[in-house]
Each structure stands twice: as C-alpha cells, then as structure tokens.
C-alpha cells in the first residue's frame, strides 16, 4: 500500500537549492518538512514568505505553505525521504590540505541530524555539490550511527535504506524552471539505491533521470562547472590577447563562432558566484597532480579581475576631472546576488583608490554593500549616471543598462568588459590608442 501514497520528505538545508527543491516538491503533492539550522529562516517560511530572491519563489512558497504541504523547523522528525542540500564551502584558513580544500562537515552534520530518525524503507538523497566520496562517507558515518540498519554497500541482505547522490544544476535566476526540466544525474550507492531515489524525483522532475554510481555522479556535478570555467577562461584569455594586440575581441569572438564547431564563451570582468569559481578546485584537491588545466583555467578567470582594474584605473587617472560610473555590482546578470562577484571586487578597489569620483549603479541593491560604508561613495541610477557621468565602466550585463541607446551614451568614454554595447564609438580601446597609453 505504501507505493502508492506519496511520500513525506524532509529537506535538509533551507538556502538557494533547499527551499526551491522543497517548494517543488511539495508542489508536487508531498508533504515537505524543511529543516534549517536558523531559527529566523524557518519563521519566514512558517509565514509563508522568503528570505532570498529567486524568480516566482515567493508565490510557490506562500501558496505550498498556506496548503499545509511545506513547513519548516530547527528540529528533525522522520520521513521517508531524506534530502540533503546543505553548503560545502572551502575549508577556512586554507585547514586540511591547502586554500582551496572543500569541507563537507555541513554534509556530516546534516547525517548526524538524520541518523536517529531512519528507519526501514527510507531514502537519503545528497544534492550538495561534493567531492568524489563524500556520499560513501556519508553513509559510514549513517552506519556507525546506526548499527541497527542494514546499510547498502556494507551488507549482503537486503538493505534497510538507500543512500544516493543527486546534484542540482540549476542556473540562479532560473532555478523553478530548471529544477522541474533539467536533465538528473542519479548516482545510487549501490544500483537498488539509484532506483529508489530515480522514483523519488519522477514525481516532480520533468526531464529524463539518468541513474549511475555515486561517485560518477559526484564527480558529473564537478565536471560540469569546470567545463564552463575552462571554456570561460579561454574567452577572458583570449580579451587579454586582444587588448595587447589592441584588436575588439568582441568581434573577434563574434567572426570565429560563425565556424559551425567553434562557440567561444563570453569574456567578462572575472568568474563569480558560489558555484564555478569553486567546484573546480574541488577536482583539483582530488588529483592535484593531473589538473594542471582546470588549475590554470581558474588562475586565468582570476587574473581577469586584476587586469580589468589596472585598465580601469589607467582610464580613470588619464582623466582626472572626469566622473565615473560603475555599472553593475552582481555576480552576472538580472539577479541580486553580490557574493563572489567580480564586479563588486572591481569596484570596491576603484572605490578605495578614487574615492567618491566612482558613482555605482546596481539597480538590484537597496543599498551598497558594507565594504562602501563611509567611502563618501553614492549609489545613483542609471539615468542620473547618463546625466552626470562622463566614464563608464560596465562590469554587469544587466538588461537595464543593455537597453541604453547609443545616443544616451555617444559622448561617454566607455570600457565596457561586457560587450553589451558593440557600437559604442568611444570605447576605451580607442581611447588608448589615442591617448597612447597602455590602457
Ligand atoms: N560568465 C562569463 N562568461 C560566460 C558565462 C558566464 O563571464 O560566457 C560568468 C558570469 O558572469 C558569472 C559566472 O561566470 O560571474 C558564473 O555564471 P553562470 O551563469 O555561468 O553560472 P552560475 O554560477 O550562475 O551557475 C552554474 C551553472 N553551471 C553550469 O552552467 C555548468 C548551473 O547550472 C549550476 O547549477 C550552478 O553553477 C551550480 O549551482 O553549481
């Protein structure tokens, strides 16, 4: 009887990946109990509201919550599905192995909370982002804490739970529609376990799930991110090469993609966010010996911050009377997510070398964030930018200012490290070449 009610799931972690997942899947018909470590975020969602921004969230959430169907709290209680989405950030004070060493101790800790409750039939699913073992590490760590259970993989019967590994790969911005059509990769401890969790996420993904082992799966999630950091690395790469050879790498990309087996990513200000700035160093602290390219890849994207500011700053001090707008503080586009971002890094050193000469615009923010305390900095809009501003340095593609005219923006000396305005006539290309100067 038991297949055919709908399981009650609980969700481990309320944060950009967790909250969406539980919204979805009790959108699906499942009764959803969300457990956060914070107390504050699990009273905004008893409300019925959200404590971050992503696309159409807040209706979701409001409606599954005032149906009865999600609800949150500080203290775990059984269900017959587990789902981890906790944060595995890198280790602090570069502790366990170097900088960029991954700690799965939230991963840990979310099993420690679980074990007591398991019982027999149930489903624990890991999403976070992890290093390749973290999932047979949290099962020995399940297995030690109940020696009671018959835990897969460590027993020849039939065992008592199954245990899987199942990465999100939603884009930020995006993450309802992707949650539901994206594609799954489902990796089970043993194959029984991929099929336990495959008929899990049936119920609410539409996109084909793909079951394998769980160390494949985890390493899949790492692989993706690095793929996109390499390809980006090379479009920065290739910005850098340009502004040497003093040529428009804008139209340089936009010529080699005619090729029909060519497609060069986009160059920008840097590589931000929490995902593919840091999964890839996660491969690398598994095999530091055999990544000199992902290694490099992220060196690159890095790199590209330094440069963006050395050119910045040569612009701006070959103007001193000049007023400068930054544009854009967000880790990439249309989103109000300022954490590892590029463009607030930029801006944050301008800022602490011109002072109140740099204006910001970032139309996501209610306020500047706090490294802009006290700097004498304004936060302006984009039109006030226009009218007052005579350099701009775009470091975000955000839709508002993709839609300035050219005529709005002809006289201002623009570096744009975007490319969201090819036809600007004074781009700081040739303003170098005019002002001989290595900008
Ligand atoms: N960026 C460029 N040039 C490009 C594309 C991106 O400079 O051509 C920059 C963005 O401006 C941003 C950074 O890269 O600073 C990352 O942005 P993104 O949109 O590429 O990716 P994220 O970090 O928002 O989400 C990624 C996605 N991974 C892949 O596309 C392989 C998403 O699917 C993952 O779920 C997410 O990481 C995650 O959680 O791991």
Same mark, same amino acid.
């Given at each position: 009887?038991?297949?055919?009610?709908k399981?009650?799931?609980?969700?481990?972690?309320?944060? *950009?990946i967790?909250?969406?997942?539980?919204?979805?899947?009790?959108?699906?018909?499942?009764? $959803?109990?969300?457990?956060?470590?914070?107390?504050?975020?699990?009273?905004?969602i008893?409300?019925?509201?959200?404590?971050?921004?992503?696309?159409?969230?807040?209706?979701?959430?409001?409606?599954?919550?005032?149906?009865?169907?999600?609800?949150?709290?500080? =203290?775990?209680?059984?269900?017959?599905?587990f789902?981890?989405?906790?944060?595995?950030?890198f280790?602090?004070?570069?502790?366990?192995?170097?900088?960029?060493?991954p700690?799965?101790? *939230?991963?840990?800790?979310?099993?420690r909370t679980?074990?007591?409750?398991?019982?027999?039939?149930d489903?624990?699913?890991?999403?976070?982002?992890?290093?390749?073992?973290?999932? %047979?590490? &949290?099962?020995? &760590?399940?297995?030690?804490?109940?020696?009671d259970?018959?835990?897969?993989?460590?027993?020849?019967?039939?065992?008592?739970?199954?245990?899987?590994?199942?990465?999100?790969?939603?884009l930020?911005?995006?993450?309802?529609?992707e949650?539901?059509?994206?594609?799954?990769?489902?990796?089970?401890?043993?194959?029984?376990?991929?099929?336990?969790?495959?008929?899990?996420?049936?119920?609410?993904?539409?996109?084909?799930?793909?079951?394998?082992?769980?160390?494949?799966?985890?390493?899949?999630?790492?692989?993706?991110?690095?793929?996109?950091?390499?390809?980006?690395?090379?479009?920065?790469?290739?910005?850098?090469?340009?502004?040497?050879?003093?040529?428009?790498?804008?139209?340089?990309?936009?010529?080699?993609?005619?090729?029909?087996?060519?497609?060069? &990513?986009?160059?920008?200000?840097?590589?931000?966010?929490?995902?593919?700035?840091?999964?890839?160093?996660?491969?690398?602290?598994?095999?530091?010996?055999?990544?000199?390219?992902?290694?490099?890849?992220?060196?690159?994207?890095?790199?590209?911050?330094?440069?963006?500011?050395?050119?910045?700053?040569?612009?701006?001090?070959?103007?001193?009377?000049?007023?400068?707008a930054?544009?854009?503080?967000?880790?990439?586009?249309?989103?109000?997510?300022?954490?590892?971002s590029?463009?607030?890094?930029?801006?944050?050193?301008?800022?602490?070398?011109?002072?109140?000469?740099?204006?910001?615009?970032?139309?996501?923010?209610?306020e500047?964030?706090?490294?802009?305390?006290?700097?004498?900095?304004?936060?302006?809009?984009?039109? =006030?930018a226009?009218?007052?501003?005579d350099?701009?340095? $775009?470091?975000v593609?955000h839709?508002?200012?993709?839609?300035?005219?050219?005529?709005?923006?002809?006289?201002?000396?623009?570096?744009?490290?975007?490319?969201?305005?090819?036809?600007?006539?004074?781009?700081?290309?040739? %303003?170098?070449?005019?002002?001989?100067?290595?900008?």
């Amino acid at each position: 009887m038991k297949s055919e009610t709908k399981p009650s799931v609980c969700v481990v972690g309320l944060g *950009y990946i967790g909250l969406p997942t539980a919204a979805v899947i009790a959108r699906a018909g499942c009764k $959803v109990l969300g457990l956060d470590v914070s107390q504050s975020v699990v009273d905004t969602i008893n409300r019925g509201e959200i404590h971050i921004e992503e696309v159409d969230l807040d209706g979701l959430v409001q409606g599954v919550v005032a149906r009865g169907l999600l609800s949150a709290s500080t =203290e775990v209680t059984p269900a017959d599905v587990f789902v981890i989405a906790v944060p595995t950030p890198f280790h602090k004070d570069g502790a366990d192995g170097g900088k960029h060493a991954p700690d799965v101790s *939230y991963v840990l800790e979310a099993g420690r909370t679980i074990a007591p409750v398991l019982k027999h039939g149930d489903t624990v699913i890991l999403e976070s982002t992890s290093p390749v073992g973290t999932t %047979e590490e &949290l099962r020995d &760590l399940i297995a030690k804490a109940r020696p009671d259970l018959k835990i897969p993989g460590l027993t020849h019967e039939t065992p008592d739970i199954s245990i899987a590994y199942c990465p999100e790969r939603v884009l930020p911005g995006r993450i309802l529609e992707e949650l539901t059509n994206n594609d799954r990769s489902i990796g089970g401890i043993t194959p029984r376990c991929a099929r336990k969790a495959l008929a899990f996420y049936k119920r609410f993904v539409r996109g084909e799930c793909v079951t394998t082992d769980a160390r494949s799966a985890e390493m899949t999630k790492l692989v993706e991110n690095a793929y996109r950091d390499v390809n980006i690395a090379f479009a920065n790469e290739l910005s850098i090469v340009s502004d040497a050879m003093g040529l428009d790498v804008w139209e340089v990309i936009r010529l080699a993609n005619r090729h029909p087996r060519v497609n060069i &990513l986009t160059p920008g200000p840097g590589v931000g966010g929490h995902c593919i700035a840091v999964d890839p160093w996660f491969i690398v602290h598994g095999a530091p010996e055999e990544t000199p390219l992902i290694r490099t890849a992220r060196g690159v994207n890095d790199h590209k911050m330094h440069h963006v500011i050395a050119k910045a700053e040569g612009l701006i001090e070959a103007h001193p009377d000049a007023k400068v707008a930054c544009l854009g503080l967000a880790f990439k586009a249309n989103i109000d997510d300022f954490r590892e971002s590029p463009a607030r890094f930029i801006t944050s050193r301008l800022v602490r070398k011109f002072g109140p000469r740099i204006h910001v615009v970032e139309p996501y923010a209610e306020e500047l964030p706090i490294e802009f305390t006290d700097t004498g900095v304004a936060q302006i809009d984009i039109d =006030e930018a226009l009218e007052t501003c005579d350099i701009f340095v $775009v470091l975000v593609d955000h839709d508002v200012f993709k839609v300035v005219p050219l005529a709005e923006r002809a006289e201002k000396l623009v570096y744009d490290t975007r490319g969201i305005w090819p036809d600007q006539p004074r781009a700081v290309r040739e %303003e170098a070449a005019r002002l001989k100067l290595a900008l």
